[in-house]
């Protein structure tokens, strides 16, 4: 693996979650450096089978040669097509760790980061059209607004949009220092670094479909797992640890449990975190992207 790829999150801590069988079939949706992926393949025995999905071409230099692993070039909320494709209609345990890796973070010309003044791009899949430069000079003023708002939870979010707006009738916005510049009235003095992250967040959000292509996952998930499988999932803010959360608990994104006409509940899984895991202290010393993860497990329930 390339150096300084990416270092795994509460790696011991998925490994325990996923309680693995050591024949089993296990699913790395979120391979990026592979950290986890070889963890995983520690623990198999020559019958036990790993597939890896990850859409950025760049995580294909960690590929691991290994039989019993198997790479999926695909967005994870393609799982159970591409699952099936590969002769697996059920499988033993899901890990997903969300969001970038520190690779795509650290890559000036991906656009991820807010240290660098580059093309404002965020895609983790480049073969898709949209990015972040698409969204600030083509979306209309109240589609840039709700996107500022909910998903980087911006307090000055109408006027954001609006500078945006007004902005790109000079010239578009291709860079992050032209961005800066047409917003520079609005970022709070001294919070700087962490106004601009909330609006990065919510640029890579809308620019990867985040929020629902991590629904259409969790719910294929708890199709795909055997009774008993566990599903392993780190997220790393309160947008993305709340569908997860709710679907563990519930078996749905929002609303109350459902139960049927006997009192049986509706959900497809049993989570076993009652709280979200954390990183260690040493953890947190070691590696401040653990800083925000949020592990969360769940089980298959058996309705037969
Ligand atoms: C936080 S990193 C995973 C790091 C990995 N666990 C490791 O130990 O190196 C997330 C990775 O998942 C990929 N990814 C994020 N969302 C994805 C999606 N919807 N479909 C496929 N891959 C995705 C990203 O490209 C990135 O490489």
Redesign the pocket.
Known sequence: MENN?????L?SECIEGLAIKPNGVYV??????????REILKHLNSDGVLVA????P??QR?IVPDERFKFVD????HLKNNLRLLGYRQVDGI?A?????S??FNEAGRGFSTRYDADLDMR??QQRELTAAVVLNTYDEAKLHKIFGLYGEVKNAKSLAKAVVTARLREPIKTLSAFKGAISTLIPKGKENKYMAQVFQALRIEV?S?IE??EK?LLQAAEVLKPGGRLVV?SYHSLEDRPVKNFMMKGKFSGELEKDFYGNSQKPLEMITRKAILASEEELLRNTRSRSAKLRIAEKLDKS
């Open positions: 790829y990416h270092t795994p999150v790696l790395d949706v979120t391979f990026g450096g592979g950290g986890h992926s999905f990850d859409q950025d760049d995580a960690n695909q967005n994870f909320s890990l760790d969300l969001g970038v890796s690779h795509q983790m899949d990867n985040e292509v991590l996952f780190i």
